[in-house]
């Protein structure tokens, strides 16, 4: 009984996000993405106290844990000191690990989520580089955006930015030595082993699902899960 509470009560995150909830209601009040999406952290906590292994499993196969958006507003307003995000974060770190994510929309996500800025941090140092957001996956962006991605050169010269160049300046090449050591904290703290099951298990849903997946960005699951939306997310 209690497996995967107990695997959450090793969760550091856990330990410092939930301590006495009195289920008052004031982080979803607080909540940006309550008011966008059927989400309610104050559920979220009282499903966790209840310790039930079934109702948790049901939280980590859904879409309502990747529904938050880690703004913290939540810890700033409860008067216990809770933090419902931090609860979210192990949830979700718990849904990777066992592979669960893979059950529901938005947690399928999380493979193009790692391809696209898990593989920029390591390749380039960073998160998100202006060259990734092309305007094939992103039309939103308009024709405006769509031209500057044709001339981030002289764009970026004009700002002053040191774009792919080397030395100092915003948008530089990352020296080799810092992505080793980038690469180094990934090892050490399970980062590397954690992408690994993200593409076992997606690998795994994909030949469920019948679509074809290899380690492009460009595959039919990987477009799939990037552009498939249910219509069903909003409260």
């Given amino acids: 009984m209690n497996g995967l509470f107990n695997k959450l009560m ?10 006495a909830c009195i289920n008052c209601g004031t982080c979803t009040a607080i909540c ?14 009282d499903i966790i106290q209840t310790r039930d292994d ?8 859904s879409d309502t844990i990747w529904y938050c958006g880690e703004c913290m507003s939540c810890k700033t307003r409860c008067p216990r ?27 399928r996500q999380q493979l193009v989520v790692k391809r696209i800025i898990g593989h920029s941090i390591l390749e380039s140092g960073y998160c998100v580089f202006p060259d990734l957001v ?10 405006v955006w769509k031209w500057e991605f044709e001339h981030f050169k002289e764009i970026f010269e004009k700002l ?3 774009y792919k160049g080397n030395g100092p300046g915003a948008l530089r090449i990352i020296p080799k030595e810092s992505l080793d050591e980038i690469q180094s904290i990934f090892e050490v703290t399970g980062g590397n ?4 099951k993200i593409e076992d298990f997606s690998k795994k849903k994909a030949k469920e699902m019948g679509l074809r997946i290899d380690e492009s960005i460009d595959n039919p699951y990987c477009m799939y ?3 498939h939306n249910s219509g069903n997310h909003n409260s």
């Fill in 160 to 162: 002053g930015a040191n």
């Fill in 10 to 19: 090793q969760d550091v995150r856990f330990e410092e996000g939930l301590s």
């Fill in 134 to 143: 092309s305007t094939e996956l992103h039309p939103e962006q308009g024709t």
């Fill in 32 to 45: 940006p993405a309550a008011e966008f999406y059927n989400y309610d952290p104050r559920v979220m906590a």
């Fill in 81 to 107: 000191g809770n933090a419902p995000g931090l609860i979210i974060i192990a949830l979700r770190s718990l849904s990777q690990e066992l592979g669960y994510f893979t059950e529901s929309e938005k947690g």
């Fill in 54 to 61: 079934q109702q948790i499993e049901e939280l980590l196969k």
């Fill in 225 to 227: 899960i990037y552009k």
């Fill in 193 to 196: 082993k954690l992408f690994s």
